[in-house]
């Protein structure tokens, strides 16, 4: 198993960035694949960035391609979530999700293990 915890949500003007925190415990943590979802109020989760357990691929939502940037630390244990040029549409909760074996990115019922999310709110 492996316990997932959140940081560095809040609250940013529309143009400004913010850098989200994973940090992994329990299990060995290269031994799993990351993503990063999010899900704002009446609107489906929806899958934002996933990384393998190397880093070495990644892949992005349309949504936010050339705006986010995914990466991990495995000598940390950390996943990291850059996001730059932020829009109000971005405003969600956002959750670091693990799984070893990965065959849709972007699909929830993909991933066992889930942090308890960390809000992120974009003004214009």
């Known amino acids: 198993q492996v316990q997932l915890v959140e940081s560095g949500g809040g609250s940013v003007q529309a143009g400004g960035s913010l850098r989200l925190s994973c940090a992994a415990s329990?299990?060995?943590?290269?031994?799993?694949?990351m993503a990063w979802f999010r899900q704002a109020p009446g609107k489906e989760r929806e899958g934002v960035a996933f990384i393998t357990k190397t880093g070495g691929v990644t892949a992005y939502a349309d949504s936010v391609k050339g705006r986010f940037a995914i990466s991990r630390d495995n000598a940390k244990g950390t996943l990291f979530l850059q996001m730059n040029s932020l829009k109000p549409e971005d405003t969600a909760m956002y959750y670091c999700?693990?799984?070893?074996?990965?065959?849709?990115?972007?699909?929830?019922?993909?991933?066992?293990?889930w942090g308890q999310g960390t809000q992120v709110t974009v003004s214009s």
């Open positions: 999700a693990a799984e070893q074996r990965v065959a849709i990115w972007n699909k929830g019922d993909q991933y066992r293990y």
């Open positions: 329990g299990d060995i943590y290269r031994d799993y694949h």
